[in-house]
């Protein structure tokens, strides 16, 4: 199952405006990342944000956090083609014996038009 | 190794035929994770590898799958008498710790049962 949902599902913008993609979660966190997945490609890691933290910035990347409403949103500003992509957020969860693994959203798929 | 590679990139079995998947694991990181992904889903967790511990395989769909990591490196994930429902691409990731930090992760293999 799928802790994390992502809103919009789907997101088509013009080159250079800024794209905005939020994540749901339900139960408490320690921290929360955000990936990208090109087509055909695996997932990349772009950035955790940690449950006492509630901004974070790399680039022109921009992630909030608010751990009250159980929520984060991903900010890409001056958008370029190249970030075509699914974006998924992921929170940590812990399983049997203590290891903690990755639960991911269902992603939104963005499409930079030229 | 650069990162983390995964084989085949492509497989197609016909019902019924057992697979293996094979991934290498970025050298020295710890925890090595397998996951499911389905058409225009996020990936699904299936297990979990602390060296060569199998510390949670709680996602794995039914007894047909079965992981294993003897030396604490390579990995593979094995299915069983393949079934259609098993179409999807699997995705192995490795961290240098369990804790929570970012995932790396390779291209994935694409299974399709026919």
């Known amino acids: 199952s799928q802790q994390g949902e992502e809103d919009p599902q789907a997101l088509s913008i013009q080159e250079g405006e800024n794209a905005t993609m939020n994540c749901s979660y339900k139960t408490s966190i320690n921290n929360l990342q955000w990936y990208r997945q090109n087509s055909g490609r695996g997932l990349v890691h772009l950035i955790l944000?940690?449950?006492?933290?509630r901004e974070k910035h790399s680039g022109r990347l921009r992630v909030t956090l608010d751990t009250s409403k159980k929520s984060s949103s991903l900010l890409i500003t001056a958008s370029r083609a190249a970030d075509t992509a699914s974006y998924f957020c992921a929170t940590d969860a812990w399983g049997i014996q203590g290891a903690q693994k990755l639960v991911f959203g269902q992603g939104t798929r963005l499409t930079i038009n030229p | 190794g650069a990162g983390v590679s995964q084989s085949p990139r492509y497989k197609v079995a016909k019902r019924g035929q057992d697979v293996a998947l094979r991934c290498d694991p970025i050298?020295?990181?710890?925890?090595l994770f397998w996951y499911q992904q389905a058409l225009g889903q996020g990936p699904e967790f299936l297990t979990y590898?602390?060296?060569?511990?199998?510390?949670?395989k709680s996602g794995l769909p039914s007894d047909r799958f079965f992981a294993e990591r003897p030396e604490g490196s390579v990995s593979t994930l094995k299915i069983q008498r393949t079934q259609q429902e098993d179409s999807a691409v699997y995705l192995c990731a490795s961290s240098p710790s369990g804790s929570g930090s970012p995932l790396h992760f390779g291209n994935g293999t694409r299974l399709t049962v026919t």
């Open positions: 590898f602390q060296n060569e511990a199998q510390l949670d």
């Open positions: 944000i940690r449950s006492n933290e």
């Open positions: 050298s020295g990181h710890v925890s």
